[in-house]
């Protein structure tokens, strides 16, 4: 093993947006820290952020007065405005969020006022004429919302971005990738942080380990009462002599009962449309084919009380998403809801994704993002979307909070 006799100021496990945020608002408020980032992965962006849907949110959904509902919008804001100072690709192109029946109306006028109280610039009721304006073939709308702030944007080369930008304030920095962390151990003045291939000692760690955030935390000794449990989402992707059907962004009435906003329309950054995801527990956290399985995995989710009442509470819902995952037609029937005209041979098998749900014991879903300290740590132990949207508002707080909390000299 080589060993690193520098000792860091910070270490950031993690080399998703929230953890390369985090060590670039760090770094620039702060530009005499010596900062590590590891990240397990031989590349950055490997997981949530690189296999997310690209989208910029507005802040529509989110319970008004929420960490998530403030960090997405302010977050949005200055995604945004990173994006057009350092030249990555995006696009504010807008989206409508659309009723297609009378039940869905009482929720798009809830989702309209929570957009409202949220301060989302713009947002508007539009007729289903106004809707065949935006996407003519969106021909089942009765109601719809139109969300003009949302956008689409490459999330890698935010990251990418941000891994160049903090080094360049401070060269003793160091970002590096295949490091995956095994092992800390604690002392008095400084943590060992251990990788399959080195040693690191670090003064004060961040976590932003997103899918294994629950796991870091243990082994750091974090008390934490939820696990990570796995949800994997398929999509399609239209074909190329149907992808003039999609416009931009084309979203249905999110299940209320259920924390995803349902299979939706997206057109993607480096071209094409995409269609989906659903939700279904997978059976390995990374878990991006079908039948993906990893024994540790499935055994801490199917032995937690947690992941039990949460198939109990949903599962018609789960046994629907299932049947959906492995059907092509079922699919297309989903999706029709959107745009009636798609046929069978308009879509193909796309990618997949699998978002880190973090449950409570007694089944709840925790939807805000949830930040502790431990010790000499930070920990992220919940991050889900729109946590690429609201990435650099969330390191905006844990830069403040390791000034607090660390003492660090701004």
């Given at each position: ?60 959904y989110y319970k008004p ?127 060992e942080i251990i990788t ?119 599962w018609r819902f789960g ?92």
């Amino acid at each position: 093993m080589t060993q690193h006799s520098d000792i860091f100021d910070i270490c950031v496990v993690g080399g998703g947006i929230v953890g390369l945020s985090s060590a670039y608002k760090l770094q620039k408020r702060n530009p005499n820290l010596k900062i590590l980032v590891l990240e397990k992965e031989e590349k950055l962006s490997a997981h949530q952020t690189g296999r997310n849907s690209g989208v910029i949110h507005s802040g529509l959904y989110y319970k008004p007065g929420s960490y998530k509902a403030i960090t997405c919008v302010t977050g949005r804001k200055e995604l945004v405005a990173f994006a057009k100072e350092y030249g990555v690709h995006h696009d504010v192109c807008g989206k409508v969020v659309v009723a297609t029946d009378k039940s869905e109306l009482p929720f798009l006028d809830k989702i309209f006022r929570t957009g409202q109280e949220n301060e989302v610039e713009g947002i508007e009721k539009i007729t289903p004429k106004q809707v065949l304006d935006i996407e003519p073939f969106c021909t089942s709308a009765i109601a719809a919302i139109w969300v003009p702030v949302t956008g689409i944007i490459d999330y890698p080369g935010v990251v990418y971005k941000l891994a160049e930008l903090t080094p360049a304030i401070n060269p003793a920095s160091q970002i590096l990738t295949g490091q995956q962390v095994i092992d800390i151990v604690k002392g008095e003045d400084y943590s060992e942080i251990i990788t399959q291939k080195g040693k690191f000692r670090a003064r004060q760690m961040v976590f932003c380990g997103g899918l294994f955030s629950d796991r870091l935390a243990t082994m750091d000794g974090a008390a934490t009462e939820a696990k990570i449990v796995g949800f994997r989402g398929d999509y399609y992707d239209l074909a190329p002599h149907a992808q003039h059907k999609v416009k931009n962004l084309i979203y249905p009435v999110p299940n209320p009962a259920f924390p995803f906003l349902g299979v939706h329309f997206t057109r993607m950054i480096e071209g094409g449309v995409e269609c989906g995801p659903n939700a279904v527990f997978t059976f390995k956290r990374e878990g991006y084919g079908k039948t993906d399985f990893n024994l540790r995995d499935s055994w801490e989710a199917l032995t937690y009380k947690g992941t039990w009442s949460l198939f109990a509470k949903h599962w018609r819902f789960g046994l629907d998403e299932y049947r959906r995952a492995f059907s092509k037609r079922r699919f297309l029937t989903q999706i029709q809801r959107l745009v009636p005209s798609l046929t069978m041979d308009e879509i193909v098998p796309g990618r997949s994704g699998v978002r880190a749900m973090a449950l409570g014991p007694d089944g709840n879903m925790i939807e805000d993002f949830n930040i502790v300290y431990s010790g000499n740590s930070i920990h992220i132990l919940n991050a889900p979307s729109p946590a690429a949207t609201a990435g650099l508002a969330i390191g905006e707080q844990v830069a403040e909070m390791a000034e607090q909390r660390f003492g660090l000299k701004v």
